[in-house]
């Protein structure tokens, strides 16, 4: 496979060992914090066709083993017009240990407010790897950004953070400064 071709050839100069779990896990479909917990969506992990015949035991189980967590916080859905299947990179991230910053949507119109008010809710009953609740910090979603498919997933939460720098996506809205001072 041309796409696993780079991959293999730099483990091997590295002398590292590889692990091929044989199971579809995107980027953006968790988050870790470093310290045993990782975030992710049912909606995305249990999508029938990443990963057939694995059940929410079975990833756990999956991510146990090939990533070292020991808790899996386990959300609901993601955002509108998400076609990653509710990636947790657009609602939830882990900035620190225990902190996590989250979406919300405040109008009740909008079809990501109930997913989102359900995430604050989970967030907030949530536990990490030592049983502690999390440190949370609420960021509001940008206005609607339309594309030629319709809605397009925008969110603050899709930001990285390397290196003593965090890249965070703005919209050219007024919501923009009070995230990027979050």
Known sequence: DLDDAVPRKAAEALGLKRFE???ILEGGSIDVNGQGTVLTTRQCL??????PGLDQNGIEAMLKDHLGVRHVVWLG???LGDDTDGHVDDIARFTAPRTVVHARERKKGDPNHEPL???ARS???ARDQDGLAFDLAEIPMPDPV???TG???ASYANFLIANGVVVLPVFNQAKDKSVLRT
């Open 123 to 125: 967030l907030k009953e």
């Open 117 to 119: 008010e359900n995430l």
């Open 151 to 153: 809605r397009l997933p």
């Open 21 to 23: 779990p044989g199971r």
């Open 46 to 51: 249990l999508q029938p066709m990443r990963n």
């Open 146 to 148: 339309g594309g030629p």
């Open 77 to 79: 859905d993601g955002i």
